[in-house]
């Protein structure tokens, strides 16, 4: 089940990167599970990883080993985390395997994982995994590598975009895995980008970052955080200008390409969530800052109360001030709170509006997506989330998940 989520459509060829996907059987079967992506010299990876205490072993070398890479290797299935000294063993290992392949160092391969978690990798079918992954790695096999690492998405997410710096046409192409255990405190699940943008790897982890900040750090399925997320900007180096500063026009350029098509991406992720019925924009304004804007915002959309009377498209507008009320808003004065579902107002000042008609909001709440805006009535500051429902099916996924 997926709200309204676009199909992958024609996948662009990054010059500089080779992309393969393999039935490896790490967990699954007779489907697509490891991914591997090689990269020629001088290419360049940045990356933003999970800030849990329990960051799995690939992600903790994953984040170490960005700037100079050659390869990265993802499989699905297992996250390899929660798995001590044997886990970063067995990452290592997979690196190493891969990097024997084609000639480079270890520490120029990054590893990913994603799955469930506490369980060690089946390092034979890591092994069967690559060697496959590497037969097939061709310009032209990005849409096998994201069908290779979903797990309980119910199809891939990516696409690709162009777009000029200085003259000179870039293209990039990306993908997103992730439906359940997503509040990013960074990015999502396995989310990764390839451009021909030429990058100094302090600008790829820099522009990571800001393209986090402003597309995977906005979505929230369930409130949770994973132990494996990561987002990582792979560029070969073989068009435009050599982008070494974040002060220059060149990676303003940049940055304004890629966001379209990383924001886009998030918003899939949304769609896409474990049982979701409802694609659902929390817009907050009238704040203080930006970070109270947020802060109102995530406390609804984590609401499970919330997130239930949007699964039953139930216009209890009480369950949404409750959500704001205990957001950790300092002096927040709900006579200058007002609400809105599209364009029927439920709330004026902190009461209901006297032109509320119940039916009007159940109408809205009953479409497949639109706008929960609040404006707190304190200040200039906006922002916005996007989240999704509750539903029968996201539990019964839940529950099912290991068996």
């Not at 986090?212 to 494996?228: C, W």
């Not at 990676?251 to 474990?274: I, K």
Request: net charge negative.
């Amino acid at each position: 089940m997926a709200v309204n989520l676009p199909s992958m459509g024609e996948l662009l060829p990054i010059e500089g990167i080779r992309v393969g996907a393999a039935e490896a059987g790490v967990r699954y079967r007779d489907r697509l599970d490891l991914a591997v992506w090689v990269l020629e010299e001088d290419s360049t990876v940045g990356g933003v990883f999970t800030q849990s205490a329990f960051r799995a072993p690939p992600v903790l070398l994953a984040a170490e080993r960005c700037g100079a890479a050659r390869a990265l290797v993802a499989n699905a299935g297992n996250a390899n985390a929660a798995t001590g000294e044997r886990g970063i063993a067995d990452a290592m290992a997979s690196c190493k395997y891969l990097a024997d392949a084609i000639g480079a160092a270890d520490t120029e391969v990054l590893p990913f994982s994603t799955g469930v978690i506490g369980e060690f990798l089946d390092m034979e079918a890591m092994r069967r995994g690559i060697d496959l992954a590497l037969n097939h790695a061709n310009a032209d096999g990005w849409a096998d590598a994201a069908r290779a690492i979903m797990t309980t998405d119910t199809e891939p997410k990516a696409l690709s975009g162009r777009f000029e710096i200085d003259g000179t046409q870039i293209t990039a192409t990306g993908m997103v895995k992730g439906s359940g255990m997503i509040r990013p405190d960074m990015a999502t699940m396995l989310a990764f980008l390839g451009t021909d943008a030429t990058i100094a790897p302090a600008v790829a982890n820099q522009l990571a970052r800001e393209l986090a900040e402003r597309s995977f750090n906005r979505l929230t399925i369930d409130g949770d955080t994973s132990t494996n997320d990561s987002f990582v900007i792979m560029a070969s180096g073989k068009a435009g200008p050599a982008i070494s500063s974040t002060d220059s026009s060149a990676y303003r350029d940049l940055l304004a390409g890629l966001e379209p098509m990383v924001v886009e991406l998030a918003e899939r992720t949304v769609r896409d969530g474990e049982g979701a019925t409802k694609f659902v924009t929390i817009e907050v304004n009238g704040g203080r800052d930006a970070a109270e804007c947020l802060d109102v915002a995530y406390t609804i959309a984590h609401s499970p109360l919330v997130k239930t009377a949007i699964f039953a498209g139930d216009p209890n507008w009480g369950r949404f001030c409750m959500a704001i009320g205990r957001a950790p808003v300092v002096d927040l004065d709900p006579s200058k709170v007002a609400l809105f579902l599209d364009e029927v107002q439920i709330a004026a000042d902190g009461l209901v509006a006297p032109t509320y008609e119940e039916p009007k909001a159940a109408a809205v709440m009953e479409r497949d997506e639109y706008v929960v805006r609040v404006e707190l009535g304190r200040g200039d500051a906006s922002e916005r989330v996007w989240t999704s429902d509750l539903s029968y099916e996201y539990v019964k996924i839940n529950a099912e998940y290991r068996t």
